[in-house]
């Protein structure tokens, strides 16, 4: 079992930065891949980014290549993401989430989510 609580939201300006985090409890949070998800009213839950349980490996959507990165510290039990040069199209709720599996870009194959923090990027 394991909790997600995302942090570091808010309103930026286009070409801004934002860093977010997720604090996880759980003894096991080491044990799995994590994902950072987003999603806008009307469309469907989408990849921004995932790492695997070490941080060896990391997988970005085309759409933050680039912009994003994925980190995790598994002594402190948080994952971030590491948002720059923000545009008005990364404005989303952000969520969190954990993976029991190998880890997936899929949002359905993910076992823990967050309550999300939202990112708002004005023009």
């Known amino acids: 079992q394991v909790q997600l609580v995302e942090s570091g939201g808010g309103l930026v300006q286009a070409g801004g930065s934002l860093r977010l985090s997720c604090a996880a409890s759980g003894r096991k949070f080491s044990s799995y891949a994590m994902g950072w998800f987003r999603q806008t009213p009307g469309k469907e839950r989408e990849v921004a980014a995932v790492?695997?349980?070490?941080?060896?490996?990391?997988y970005y959507a085309d759409s933050v290549k680039g912009r994003f990165t994925i980190s995790r510290d598994n002594a402190k039990n948080t994952v971030y993401l590491q948002m720059n040069n923000l545009k008005p199209e990364d404005t989303a709720a952000y969520y969190c989430?954990?993976?029991?599996?190998?880890?997936?870009?899929?949002?359905?194959?993910?076992?823990?989510w967050g309550q999300g923090t939202q990112v708002t990027v004005s023009s």
């Open positions: 790492i695997s349980w070490n941080g060896g490996r990391t």
């Open positions: 989430a954990a993976d029991t599996g190998w880890g997936s870009p899929d949002p359905s194959v993910y076992d823990y």
